[in-house]
């Protein structure tokens, strides 16, 4: 299928060359280990192809071009470029393609031959408007990657077919910008058009007006030579049979059958349709201009526009012959199994009405896309089998219900993808398939929770521990077990948590169901943890290492969550900043961009947590910023950004607290909401409004206090002090942390003390500020110092005001004029000198050119360069570009002075 280079007669290129030496740079920048990503965009027949033609043929000779192409299957083909290519890779490569290995396996072993390879490499991926998920996954990764090799990444789109919800338009959306380039070729100017009707001894009259400048169809039409002046095809269709009806029997015998294979067609299939005798009939075509050949000897049309036109003039029922003659031609080919050919034959035996062809093949094809990570595509398979459910057994059609509701619902979870969860469990309830209902109903669990449904959710886990339980115990018992656990433990239920998830890992290990086992661990530890319990700590490490030697990236990367979160939320300050820098760079080698940008919204509560506020709002500034985040994983970052624009003293902090309110009650989590509430608790009592401070203290009073972390249950019970309300809280307080202990009990210093010892200062002032009898007015004075030293204006003013009460305010500090200047401190740490070297890397500058730019040594540059590594924890300089794509945030960041 691949097309190495394209040969046969292209078009002179005319008003190109402009794009034609952006391309050429491009390449030049990738030879010199700069690789980038070229978008090449124009409407269809506007040139794209024979643009990248003359590319391929002026790249420099150290230049290595590998092509291969999207098709307008009814299913695209999972990574149809990449097998294009393949042949033409590493021999590791084609046999894990062959395998349908895993992305997380090729992807990897491709960007290693990448890295290795002797010369420059240009890949270019036509028509990527039609591409499947997994090769926009694909793109993604070498995209994000691209930047310190010696490759060049070239895509060709229609541009009218990809607007802003396309797919691809969010990958892009997705990659450095830096590293991408955006062409887009226009249509052909009138002077343009009619030097090409001169060239081709025409005339021009009518023909810009009629083509609109498009090439493809000035080209056809010029290709006309037998019509009359005056009668101009007015389509790329008319023109197209135009030419077709001038062509012998044998030549269009040939293209009516190729034009029924979207894409390239392979010599031997060409072969097995229409027999050697085709042979003159190709080379007259190729000879013609309307099929190109390429070095393998597959042939294809000039342009899709000719193959959709001449497939378009035959009838239905001829389409449906040949796609079945195509279709089992392929069947019989070697690789018939393989998933890019499945998919090809999925779409004929569609092509041809083969209900129960469709049926056989599509499952398939699904489960080999699903593989890849092509969920889209694996739906879009099950889909097409669904058309033919009246022709398939009632086991069969259960089955493809539920998985279509299963890849259909890692793309999107709508009305649609629950109903198929319910047929299914219809189905397989009249087949007496009980395990298969209790699968089915703890889905609709799941699907329910991810759609915010909390009292549906726990309905059918409970339905489907009940369904499961009434049969013999077995692996999915174990898994509908974990899943109660979890939503026991996401509602600080952490008794039942525990419970369930000891279940769940009893059940998990009897049956050697190592990922089940591994999610209970995490919940089972999450609740130990934060209840206070002993135990917590070595099962997380327990979960967390079994994630990693078993390749579970998303496990792995829940229990950097869960136990990061966990070290912030219970002031292990040490333990928070490994696991969150641990955390995120896993995250970010494995493009789990929704877990990265969660973990680093609580790397900004950290900041926040230690005093360093504007470091806390850049960071959350930045995870608020972006598009496409999911609720629950920018909750954090958005919850975080209200609370530290309140603590500056900026006007749009209540704001931002309550658009996080809604949010945190639309997951009707206590996780959530609690944070956001306690937070507007503070907002009243900065205002003096005691009296808000009062209602809003009453409101959280009302919640199930008993399953509460110590640590929130602490600060409740502190605000509810602060706020002098003298109803006691209907729990007990006696096993809060100490610092929050220690006020309650009328002594703040003494809290203040503990709360400087655990690093967060601004707590140790809101003690401060409590104080009473001698020692107050130094205490205060203390606090005025520390707040305004970290820019908490609000709290400062509050405390000024406080002394002026107490008479004490001549012993303070005079306010000072203008902005406060607070010690400005990089999120991770770097040095001023760090921050400029980071900043040449991200340009791509090696360690030679730095020293030279910066005048150092190279060795001291090297040792600068190994600091940048360890604090952003990345193994190298690519992971390092990965980490500033995620978090741009840090090139713009602040850095103290270095060292003299």
Not at 346 to 368: I, K, N, S
């Amino acid at each position: 299928m691949g097309f190495a280079a394209p040969c046969g007669s292209s078009p002179m290129l005319i008003e190109r060359d402009d794009p034609l030496e952006s391309l050429l740079s491009i390449s030049r920048r990738a030879a010199a280990g700069r690789g980038g990503v070229a978008v090449l965009g124009a409407e269809a027949g506007g040139g794209k192809t024979s643009l990248l033609g003359e590319f391929a043929r002026r790249v420099d000779a150290g230049c290595r071009v590998l092509w291969g192409g999207c098709e307008a299957l009814f299913t695209p083909r999972p990574l149809g470029p990449l097998h294009d290519m393949a042949h033409m890779l590493d021999p590791r490569v084609a046999a894990l393609l062959g395998q349908t290995a895993a992305p997380g396996q090729l992807f990897p072993a491709l960007l290693n031959v990448l890295q290795d390879a002797s010369g420059t490499m240009v890949m270019v991926f036509e028509d990527v408007h039609w591409a499947d998920n997994a090769t926009l996954d694909l793109v993604k990764y070498l995209g994000r990657r691209l930047s310190l090799l010696r490759v060049m990444l070239v895509m060709s789109l229609r541009t009218d077919e990809v607007g802003a919800d396309h797919p691809l338009a969010q990958v892009l959306g997705d990659l450095p910008s830096s590293a991408v380039t955006r062409l887009t070729l226009h249509p052909l100017s009138a002077e343009a058009v009619a030097t090409l009707a001169r060239q081709a001894g025409r005339s021009d009259t009518d023909l810009h007006r009629i083509t609109a400048g498009n090439p493809f169809f000035v080209t056809e039409l010029l290709a006309s030579h037998d019509v009359a002046p005056g009668a101009l095809p007015v389509s790329v269709r008319d023109a197209v049979w135009s030419r077709l009806s001038r062509l012998t029997a044998s030549e269009r015998a040939l293209l009516e059958m190729i034009s029924i294979v979207p894409g390239s067609v392979e010599r031997w299939l060409v072969r097995a349709l229409m027999g050697p005798q085709a042979d003159a009939a190709v080379d007259q075509c190729v000879a013609r201009g309307v099929l190109l050949r390429d070095d393998m000897g597959a042939l294809k049309f000039r342009h899709e526009l000719a193959r959709q036109a001449t497939l378009e003039r035959l009838p239905m029922s001829i389409q449906q012959t040949l796609h079945a003659r195509v279709e089992a031609a392929l069947s019989q080919a070697p690789a018939a199994g393989e998933s890019g050919v499945l998919a090809r034959r999925v779409h004929h035996a569609a092509g041809a009405d083969d209900g129960l062809r469709v049926l056989e093949l599509a499952p398939q094809a699904a489960a080999q896309a699903a593989r890849l990570g092509a969920h889209q595509q694996a739906a879009a398979q099950l889909a097409t089998a669904l058309r033919y459910a009246a022709q398939a057994s009632d086991s069969q059609a259960a089955q493809l219900h539920e998985d279509w509701s299963y890849e259909a619902g890692l793309v999107r979870i709508d009305d649609a993808v629950i109903d198929a969860r319910r047929r299914a469990v219809d189905l397989w309830r009249d087949l007496g398939r009980m395990d298969k209902v209790g699968l089915n109903v703890r889905w609709l669990s799941r699907l329910h929770w991810y759609r915010g449904e909390a009292e549906q959710a726990g309905a059918h886990a409970d339905q489907a521990v009940r369904e499961l339980e009434s049969l013999p115990p077995g692996q999915e018992l174990a898994t509908a077990y974990a899943v109660r656990a979890q939503l026991h433990m996401l509602h600080d239920r952490f008794d039942e948590a525990i419970d369930w998830g000891r279940r769940a890992i009893a059940l998990a290990e009897r049956f050697g169901d190592v990922e089940t086992r591994v999610h209970a661990l995490n919940t089972v530890a999450t609740a130990l943890l934060n209840s206070g319990r002993p135990g917590g700590r070595e099962l997380m490490e327990e979960s967390l290492s079994l994630a990693l030697e078993h390749g579970f990236h998303e496990q792995a990367a829940r229990a950097y969550t869960n136990w990061g979160e966990h070290a912030v939320l219970f002031k292990d300050f040490a333990l928070a900043e490994r696991l969150l820098a641990e955390g995120i760079a896993f995250d970010t080698r494995h493009d789990l961009d929704s877990w990265t940008y969660y973990l680093v919204g609580r790397q900004a509560q950290l900041r926040l947590e230690q005093g360093r506020l504007r470091e806390a709002e850049t960071i959350a500034r930045g995870v608020v910023g972006l598009e496409r985040l999911t609720l629950v994983m920018h909750l954090p970052a958005l919850t975080v950004l209200g609370k530290v624009r309140l603590r500056l003293g900026e006007p749009d902090g209540l704001a931002l607290l309550e658009q996080a309110l809604q949010d945190a009650l639309a997951t009707s989590e206590p996780q959530n909401i609690v944070p956001v509430r306690i937070a507007m608790i503070e907002a009243a009592w900065l205002a003096e409004d005691i009296d808000v401070c009062r209602e809003r203290v009453a409101e959280i009073a009302t919640m199930d206090l008993g399953n509460f972390d110590p640590w929130e249950l602490g600060e409740i019970a502190v605000w509810h002090q602060r706020s002098g309300m003298t109803d006691p809280l209907p729990v007990s307080i006696a096993h809060v942390p100490v610092p929050r202990l220690t006020e309650l009990r009328g002594e703040p210093l003494a809290a203040a003390a503990e709360w400087s010892r655990l690093g967060l200062p601004y707590e140790a002032a809101l003690a401060q500020m409590h104080a009473t009898g001698p020692g107050a007015e130094a205490a205060l004075i203390q606090a005025i110092a520390t707040l305004e030293g970290i820019g908490a204006l609000p709290a400062a003013m509050l405390a000024r005001r406080m002394a002026r009460r107490l008479g004490v305010a001549g012993s303070l500090p005079k306010v000072r004029r203008g902005p406060y200047s607070t010690a400005r401190q990089h999120p991770l740490g770097l040095t001023r000198r760090e921050l400029e070297i980071l900043s040449l890397i991200a340009q791509g500058v090696g360690n030679r050119e730095i020293a030279r730019r910066l005048v150092r040594s190279q060795r001291t540059i090297e040792h600068h360069v190994s600091a940048v590594l360890g604090k952003l924890n990345a193994a190298n300089k690519m992971e390092v570009m990965l980490r500033l794509r995620s978090e741009p945030w840090l090139l713009s960041a602040e850095a103290p002075s270095p060292e003299k």
